[in-house]
């Protein structure tokens, strides 16, 4: 059996369609039909990806994964909105969602989803140990144990949060395109555009304290991480 995927959806109608087709790809699916089940089974059967549907009966998809993320969660997600909800693709990403796939949408394009999903959480996983430890003043970020911290105090990052501020680290001064941290970091030309790499970059430099400032915009360009500020 392969990776196990939880998928919450109170459409049982589509609960039963995602499960049928991720198990014909050989996934093992845990299903739920609430945010609290969500909760629940993010922590007790320990799913290597979550589909979580935006609209449930107790509480939305958003509340679960603004829980899962405030309290250090770094499971991938991959959120269910409706066909031109713009604001709800937004959100998603601000929360710290993977990707997002819009209803009505076919089966093949879910999997491919999971699929880009999974590949992009494992080589992070797995290359982590041959990288050192890097710091910039007081912000440190270590690959091996995947922490981060401000001035000696750890700061919760999602997995592209992480990936995004190691991989600036490691090049200061760089200017990166947001074509190229969506290449480095996403893996694939994301279906948000380069609006996604905009709001991720804004929750990173909320998580940066003091050294938010080194996190410049490029304008017209991207973003670059500033080995040290210039002086006013």
């Not at 993320?69 to 959100?91: C, F, H, Q, S, Y």
């Not at 190229?180 to 970091?185: A, F, I, P, S």
């Amino acid at each position: 059996m392969g990776k196990r995927i939880l998928v919450i959806d109170d459409e049982h109608s589509i609960l039963d369609l995602v499960r049928m087709n991720l198990e014909l790809a050989g996934y093992e699916v845990v299903t739920g039909v609430s945010g609290q089940e969500a909760l629940q089974l993010a922590s007790s059967c320990h799913p290597a990806l979550l589909i979580l549907d935006v609209m449930l009966p107790d509480q939305s998809g958003y509340h679960v994964l603004r829980h899962l993320r405030e309290n250090g969660e770094r499971l991938p997600v991959i959120m269910l909105i409706a066909k031109g909800e713009r604001e709800d693709r937004i959100l998603g990403l601000r929360l710290g969602a993977d990707d997002y796939v819009t209803k009505p949408f076919s089966s093949e394009e879910l999997i491919l989803r999971v699929q880009a999903v999974l590949r992009r959480a494992e080589p992070a996983a797995s290359a982590a140990p041959e990288e050192e430890a890097v710091a910039v003043q007081g912000l440190i970020v270590d690959p091996e144990s995947r922490t981060a911290k401000v001035d000696g105090q750890p700061v919760s990052l999602t997995r592209k949060e992480f990936d995004t501020l190691a991989l600036m680290m490691r090049h200061p001064n760089h200017v990166f395109t947001r074509e190229r941290l969506l290449e480095e970091v996403w893996g694939y030309d994301f279906a948000g555009s380069t609006r996604a790499v905009d709001i991720l970059i804004q929750r990173l430099r909320k998580k940066m304290g003091p050294y938010a400032e080194r996190l410049e915009t490029v304008y017209g360009t991207g973003y670059k991480l500033a080995e040290r500020q210039e002086s006013r």
